[in-house]
């Protein structure tokens, strides 16, 4: 047993020797991955692929910065590709904390070809909501229409086409319309496989053709809740209840619930011509109506942020009449009245002080001249029945617009 002890010793020293070179160093790096790939698999999106299984860091340089971690060893991501892609990645500690992380790996996916300035532009969409005659399982389904303009140097045989994906799914452009060059620039899909409330990116790309020049392609990314057009909600009705106007409406045509959707109406007082503007998440509204007046209404909605990030106002409703402005109410014609017979007093007093309108309109009234005539006749007889002789001066002087009488000697 005594000898055995040194034997015993020495191969414990080796055991502990050999653990020690087995186990990782914690102040050294991991190794990087290997066979970093990318690879383009459809319409806006590529793969990233890599060995071996372990803990990873990705981050995406373009088209758009974007970091994250994955314990996978490949990876799809949507963006835009017109431009290119470029990527690393890297090994890091999940069980180790204290081990380093490995250098990074980079792969990148060149631009497509195509002469520059080819490329279609100002490429925009939008989506709308349309009742479906289907089953229950999808009452509704998603519209879309694309517009786009042609590139500054395309050629003048230059053609455009378009397609979408959404999820696994893509489709080609079937309904253009066109600009007087015959160019396809407008798209519409009356019916898509969009989930109208869905959460994934549409991408949408616009790629041509032409005997002259390679066209470049264009593509985009799309969220929905930015481009989609919410329906105006239907059956407004409003009446007027003693000096209270009430407002109700439905729904829009939509996929989400009733409880998704915020509102806004307008009051348009046609007679005092001023807009009156309240935001609502009920489908009714009510305010008070202080005078005779007519109302044109009009209500909208949209999305709120309950349901889903917050997105555009959709289209007013077709405007309604409510009201009667034919007859003013007396109390606004009585200062008018007032005002108005103040005014024509003032200016007739005016007028009288200054033209003497009463002296030219009323003249005084002269008296008959038969009378003075009969009256100086009778004197003359009376004089002259006299046995003496008298003289007497009788004039008579008439007033202002008469004549002057001569002077009468007896």
Partial sequence: MIA???????????????????RPDKNSSLLPPVNFTVHAVGLAQVLLRWDPQLGYRVKIHAPEDEEYETKNTESKRAAAL??????????????????????????????PPGSPGTAAVNLTCSTSTVASNGTRARPYHVSLRCAWLGGAQAPEDTQYF????????TEECRRYSQDPRQRNVACWFPRTGIDAKGRDRLAVQVSGSS??????????????????RVNPPGNVTAEVQGSRLHVRWGKPVSAFPGHCFEYEVRLHN?????????????????????????????????????????GLWGEWSPAISVGNEAQKSWTEWYPITLVAALCLAFVSSLACRTCHVWTKLFPPVPGPKSHIQDFAATVNYEKSGSRETESEVISYVEEPGLEVLEDLVF
């Fill in 270 to 310: 046609t007679r005092k011509q001023y807009l009156q503007t309240e935001k609502m998440t009920t489908n009714e509204f009510t305010t008070t109506v202080h005078d005779i007046s007519k109302y044109c209404i009009k209500v909208r909605g949209a999305v709120s942020s309950v349901c889903r990030e917050g």
């Fill in 211 to 228: 005997a002259r020049a390679a066209i470049q392609p264009y593509d985009r990314l799309f969220a929905l809740h930015a481009i989609d």
């Fill in 82 to 111: 017109h431009r290119g892609f470029s990527a690393s990645v890297r090994t890091v500690p999940w069980e180790e904390p204290s081990l380093l992380a490995s250098d990074w790996v980079s792969a990148e996916l060149p631009p």
């Fill in 4 to 22: 055995m002890a040194p034997t015993f010793l020495i191969l414990l020293g080796a055991a502990v020797a050999l653990g020690a070179d087995v």
């Fill in 162 to 169: 378009l397609r979408y994906r959404y999820g696994a799914r």
